[in-house]
Each structure stands twice: as C-alpha cells, then as structure tokens.
C-alpha cells in the first residue's frame, strides 16, 4: 500500500512540483497518472522510490514513512520496485544482455539462475535475439523495451512506468499494455503508469489519478 498525505515537494530552484498531494494506492492496483508536461508526474513517482523527499506531509510505503528510512530501509525499498525511466537510465557502453545482468547482481540472484531469467525477461520483450546488442544499435522503442525488461526482470513488486509507451508503434505499445496488465493479475504487482495521452486509458481502463499544475484533480481513490 502506497499512502501520501498532504505533501510538498519544492525543489532547490523554488519550484513547487507537488502540492497538498493526498493519495491512496492498494497493492495490486493498476493506476494512470495523467497529466499535460510539467505537471509532476515524474516527482511523485520518484517520492515512492525515495529519489524525491517532501518538504512536508508523509509518504508511506508499507507503513514505512520514505523519509524516516535508513540506509538499508532504503536499499530494500528499491529492490522492490521497478523503475521505467522516463530518461532511461540504462548503461550505454554495456550490452542488452548485461544492462539486465546488473540489475540482478545487484539484487544478489544466484549465477545459475541469472541466465534463465535474463532470457525469459528478452522474450517478453521481444529483444532476446539483441542480447548482444549495445543500446546505441537498439531502436528508439527497443530502447524503451530495454528499459522494461529492466524493471522487470527483478520481478518488483511495484512497477513505477514513467511514460513507456510515449512514441512506441501500436503493435509495441499494446504489447508492452498487455505485459504490465498480465503482471498486475498473475502477480499481483502494483502498477503506476504516467501518460499525457488519455487514449490508452480508453484501450485498457484502469483508475485514473489526473494531476496539473502540481495538484491533483479528480482523483479517485479507489476504495
Ligand atoms: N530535479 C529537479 N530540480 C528542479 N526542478 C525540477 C526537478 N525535477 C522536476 N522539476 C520541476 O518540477 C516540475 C514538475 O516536473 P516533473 O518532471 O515531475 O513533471 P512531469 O509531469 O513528469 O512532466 P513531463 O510530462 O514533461 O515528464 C516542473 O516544473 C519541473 O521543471
Ligand atoms: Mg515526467
């Protein structure tokens, strides 16, 4: 469970991303948070990871408030969720193959089993036959794919997807839908998927939070 209760957020520069946020979401859920550029999206995905800290009001995960965390309260959040950067993130000079390897070596998976695991992940998203690959040679949306297949290959059990769809073709892009749907019904993992477009929210309707300007508006808290 994933609670915030009237935060903040003012970055260094005076800006103030997120304001009086009050937000529920329940395990398992599959929620769309929606809204135009600039509006937050990204810093309150990024309070759940603890990236982003409120300057006031608390953040809960699990019962646990992100800002009393220590170090390895810290660390054993982010093993938990599944982060789709928005900017990817990814490590361009290594292959697909080991940007997917070092998620799970720093997660401690045994060797044996990696290699199984990092193949299963490639085929869901249909760049097992890159493996070799450097990110550079991947298309723009096999990048994205790449950035998904990080997320969640460490099977989390929140996945924070900022923008993953934004400029995929239909095919990819309801590929990668129906990926993050299946994960929320067989496993019961949490999904937060930002987007400034509302047409996939039509295509496969879940909750929807909408946020301008910093606030939330016409959110529904689903209990
Ligand atoms: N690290 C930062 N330092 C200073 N200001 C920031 C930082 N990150 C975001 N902001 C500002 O906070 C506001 C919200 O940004 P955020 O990235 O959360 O919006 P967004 O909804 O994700 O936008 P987009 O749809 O363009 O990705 C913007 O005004 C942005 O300039
Ligand atoms: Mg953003």
Known sequence: ??????????????????????????????????????????????????????ESGKVFVDNQETLKMKDRDISRLRKRIGFIY???????????????????????????????????VLKIVNLLDKKDYLPPQLSYGEQRCLCIARALVN???????????????????????????????????????TTKKNDVMKEYPHRVVEIKEGRITGAVNGE
């Open 1 to 54: 469970m994933i609670i915030m209760e009237n935060v903040f957020v003012r970055f260094p520069n005076e800006i103030e991303a997120l304001i009086d946020i009050n937000l529920k979401i329940g395990k398992g859920e599959f929620v769309y948070l929606y809204g135009p550029g600039g509006a937050g999206k990204s810093s309150l995905l990024k309070l759940i990871n603890r990236e982003v800290l409120p």
């Open 86 to 120: 928005q900017d990817f993130r990814m490590l361009w000079k290594r292959t697909v193959y080991e940007n997917i390897e070092f998620i799970l070596n720093a997660v401690r998976m045994k060797e044996d089993m990696m290699f199984d695991r990092i193949c299963e």
């Open 155 to 193: 099977s989390p059990e929140i996945i924070l997807a900022d923008e993953p769809i934004v400029d995929l073709d239909s095919h990819v892009r309801n590929e990668i839908m129906r990926v993050l749907n299946n994960i929320v019904h067989q496993e019961n993992t949490t999904v937060i998927l």
